[in-house]
């Protein structure tokens, strides 16, 4: 009876070295993805410029370089314009809120010092005296003294460290967007040159698959353009009904700016809604702030619901792996692990397409792949 199966043996190490090579580049990945990421950023620029460039080189007669130089240049000022406007806009708006704050400060302030003076008031502090001198509260406030003692350090360094985080976030923006616009400039420039070396090292079979991958990710990446703009636009469109409801002033204007910024991730219309309740309970106007504090949970829920639904029309993908996905994705990158997530589905689902799954398991147990 032969107790060394030596098939077995050999499928079980073919199978362990997959594993290993999945697992190192999962890895190297994971680990590796905030220094590789503007380099990724830049190889989907220099991609996005490619029919731009091609067009300046075709038409235009433009040796490579210039063309890549012209259509980079474009980008960024388009970019800049964009980043311009919105930046003015907000610093312009901010400007009238802290205005508006500083009068409502002052209000606030002398309501607070005429509720002071008043008789009520002084009734209650007396009253308060009265309860407070029959109780044993030397104890109680020695101990809420040493409390606060010992928060203000926490809230200083607290504050520090968000202060120190802050400025420091634009040096660092900065010197990233100088290395991506020079990364995606040679890139494009040399993007003929390096889809020439890759086709010759490259062997048809897995070009092929490549290309597949490559065309199925551009799809799955219009394709959550196109979902998150729906979205966003179906949650101005919740968002301008429920103000109308509870009769909100300026209600398509603040449904709009509302769709705009839920464009953004994470962000969302929590970043109106909350401190527009605030506001309004601030200012005595509880029928407002009780309607937006229902209607904030009807938007979120709307969009939560829909939210698998419109990804997997737009990128062509099941929905519950959709969102199994970007639960992940959010888990292990955060912010950006939603796109991560979309497009780790995207390239399993294509894969398994081609058949890489199946030349795998070929692979696996008789240590060759399998031909078509």
């Known amino acids: 009876m032969r107790i060394f199966n030596a098939i077995l043996v050999h499928r079980i190490f073919r199978a362990l070295w997959i594993a290993f090579i999945i697992a190192t580049i999962f890895a190297l990945f994971y680990y590796g993805f905030s220094i590789i990421y503007p380099f990724l950023i830049a190889w989907l620029l220099a991609y996005i410029m490619n029919p731009l460039v091609r067009f300046l080189e075709k038409k235009g007669r433009l040796p490579r370089g210039l063309a890549v130089l012209i259509a980079l240049l474009f980008i960024v000022i388009i970019i800049s314009l964009i980043i311009f406007v919105f930046a003015t806009k907000i610093i312009s708006e901010s400007s009238h809120i802290i205005e508006l704050l500083q009068e409502k400060m002052a209000v606030w302030m002398n309501w607070l010092n005429d509720y002071f003076l008043s008789d009520s008031f002084q009734q209650l502090f007396l009253e ?75 062997p048809n079979r897995i070009r092929s698959s490549i290309c597949t991958v490559a065309r199925d990710l551009q799809h799955a990446v219009f394709g959550y353009l196109k979902g998150h703009l729906i979205l966003s636009s179906i949650t101005a469109f919740v968002f301008f009904i429920g103000l109308l409801i509870i009769g909100a002033p300026y209600a398509f204007t603040i449904a709009i700016i509302g769709g705009i910024v839920d464009l953004i991730p994470v962000v969302g219309i929590p970043a109106i809604i909350v401190p527009w309740v605030v506001y309004a309970f601030f200012e005595g106007n509880n ?41 992940a994705g959010l888990k292990l990158f955060g912010v950006v692990g939603i796109f991560i997530g979309i497009l780790s589905l995207v390239v399993l689902t294509t894969l398994q397409k081609v058949g890489v799954f199946h030349d795998l398991w070929s692979y696996i147990m008789t240590g060759k792949i399998a031909s078509n």
Do not use: C, M
């Open 287 to 327: 029928l407002l702030g009780t309607g937006l504090l229902i209607l904030w949970p009807i938007i979120l829920v709307t969009r939560h619901a829909l939210e698998p639904k419109v990804y997997s029309s737009s990128i062509g993908l099941n929905p519950l792996l959709l969102l199994i996905f970007l639960f």
């Open 128 to 202: 308060i005296s009265t309860v407070l001198d029959s109780l044993d509260v030397e104890s109680s406030l020695s101990q809420i003294t040493s409390t606060i003692g010992s928060a203000g350090p926490t809230i200083v360094a607290y504050l520090f460290t968000f202060l120190k985080s802050f400025f420091l976030f634009f040096p660092k923006l900065a010197l990233n967007s100088i290395i991506i616009t020079v990364a995606a400039f040679f890139i494009s420039k040399q993007w003929n040159t390096i889809a020439a070396k890759l086709k010759s090292v490259i």
